[in-house]
């Protein structure tokens, strides 16, 4: 099993060898972390990681790229989001999603490398890892061009960390 140091040190030199910049990393989350990408990259983010997406559906407002990185056995909080939408990618390892239109949670569904997942605004989910790390591409779809989403815009319902 790979630690965490090693996957996120393969991750951070995969971008780099793709000459994505990294804006921060985040690493420190119970559940894995995250890449912030420089917003300067989006263009270079969407052609790599999500070639067969219509870019003008997408590109309505201002778009923030991530990584994420789910740890085996780790989930992130039932939740959901006032100011964006987001659109996942599965590009390495496994991982899961559970969603809903409701607090319910519905059923586990598997995620299979280059699924494209796209949450709507509101809509409830989680990331839900594996046994192995999962790595998922991600981009923030805002939907408030006055107030952007950021981790504050992150509503939890239930939250394994004890987290609010």
Known sequence: MKTKENIFSEVNGFLNSLAIKIKTIDNNRPWGGFFVIEESNTAQFIDYFFPTVNKEEIQKGKLSPKILLVAPNKKLSWQYHHRRAEIWKLIKGEAAIIRSETDVENNLELL?????????????????????????????MHTDPENPSDEDDIIRINDEFGRA
Not at 112 to 139: F, M, P
């Open 112 to 140: 299979i490398i280059d699924d494209i997942i796209t949450l709507k605004q509101g809509e409830r989910h989680r990331l839900v890892g594996l046994s192995e790390w999962g790595i998922v591409a991600e981009i923030w």
